[in-house]
């Protein structure tokens, strides 16, 4: 089992950055380094979707097409923290930020992912 604990999220204008992290809380029974990471959003009234995700050793990633070029998804096994750095922020990235990980199954499949963070408020505004 291994906690997660998401900060950086806050209201940013239009075109803005924000820089989302995660990080491994306690005495996880594993290094965060054996899991892949993701990164879901939700927006009022719609469903949790994934948005970013990285292979445990971070040799690959995906990303949802449509925060493909502003998004980037990264881990520091070192420091058992994973990184979202968004940028050329719009509304429709309005949501609710959760960090989540995936023991085993398919890395880039949103099912696989078992254990969440409390999720981070990113606000984008005009």
């Known amino acids: 089992q291994v906690q997660l604990v998401e900060s950086g999220g806050g209201l940013v204008l239009t075109g803005g950055s924000l820089r989302l992290s995660c990080a491994a809380s306690?005495?996880?029974?594993?290094?965060?380094?054996?899991?892949?990471m993701g990164w879901f959003r939700q927006a009022p009234g719609l469903q949790r979707h994934l948005v970013a995700a990285i292979t445990p050793n971070g040799d690959n990633t995906y990303y949802l097409d449509a925060v493909k070029g502003r998004f980037t998804i990264s881990r520091d096994n070192a420091e058992n923290t994973v990184y979202l750095q968004m940028n050329s922020l719009e509304g429709r990235d309005t949501a609710v930020y959760y960090c989540?990980?995936?023991?085993?199954?398919?890395?880039?499949?949103?099912?696989?992912?078992?254990?969440w963070g409390q999720g981070t408020q990113v606000t984008v505004s005009s």
């Open positions: 989540a990980a995936s023991y085993g199954g398919t890395w880039y499949s949103g099912a696989s992912y078992s254990y």
């Open positions: 306690g005495r996880p029974l594993r290094p965060l380094s054996r899991y892949a």
